[in-house]
T-cell receptor, first 117, second 112 residues
């Protein structure tokens, strides 16, 4: 099946610094990738939809200047958490839709656990 | 917007059958999904329903009634490894790029 990778799998950073998380589709092309955030014992919350070659679409309440998304190619999207604060500590998961696959299926990456100290 | 409700926790015995319900309210509907998620891992796809009825896939089945805004996931012959969180997700017509809106998940504990 289709594989989506994320890097890093976990990261610890200091408050005020920026962290970049990469999401890659390894064996398929993805015009659209999604970024989710999951706090402990809660469900996934969609943060933004990332479209290759265009600006991301952010969900209500998500600061686009704080969570920078770049979808530069059909296999790579990046999420940069700028000026991170402890409340940004969370599990960040990306998913991708196969350009040529079933129209409904999304493939999730393994997630990145961010801890801001 | 979308409102998706599912029970918070359920417990069942190994070898038994368990049904996890999900109700939703949405301004538009373009499919309902069930995912399994083990702690600290990404969700894995279980099933997809867009038309009314039952979809069966091995030990897992999923049912949808669009008129009632209702779905359930049925797990048969439960195994210990089925202990996980089960997420109901709805894709709305208004969503861009087929994004999913998830319920809070049902934590299933399978006991010996």
């Amino acid at each position: 099946g289709a594989v989506v990778s994320q890097h890093p799998s976990w990261v610890i950073c200091k408050s005020g610094t920026s962290v970049k998380i990469e999401c890659r589709s390894l064996d398929f092309q993805a015009t659209t990738m999604f970024w989710y955030r999951q706090f402990p014992k809660q469900s996934l919350m969609l943060m933004a939809t990332s479209n290759e070659g265009s600006k991301a679409t952010y969900e209500q309440g998500v600061e686009k200047d704080k969570f920078l998304i770049n979808h530069a190619s059909l296999t790579l999207s990046t999420l940069t958490v700028t000026s991170a604060h402890p409340e940004d500590s969370s599990f960040y998961i990306c998913s991708a839709r196969d350009l040529e696959g079933n129209h409904y299926e999304q493939y999730f990456g393994p997630g990145t656990r961010l801890t801001v100290t | 917007g979308q409102n998706i409700d599912q029970p918070t926790e359920m417990t069942a015995t190994e070898g038994a059958i368990v049904q996890i319900n999900c109700t939703y309210q949405t301004s538009g509907f373009n499919g309902l999904f069930w995912y399994q998620q083990h702690a600290g891992e990404a969700p894995t796809f279980l099933s997809y329903n867009v038309l009314d009825g039952l979809e069966e896939k091995g030990r897992f089945s999923s049912f949808l009634s669009r008129s009632k805004g209702y779905s359930y996931l049925l797990l048969k012959e439960l195994q210990m490894k089925d202990s996980a969180s089960y997420l109901c997700a709805v894709r709305g017509i208004s969503n861009s790029g087929y994004a999913l809106n998830f319920g809070k998940g049902t934590s299933l504990l399978v006991t010996p």
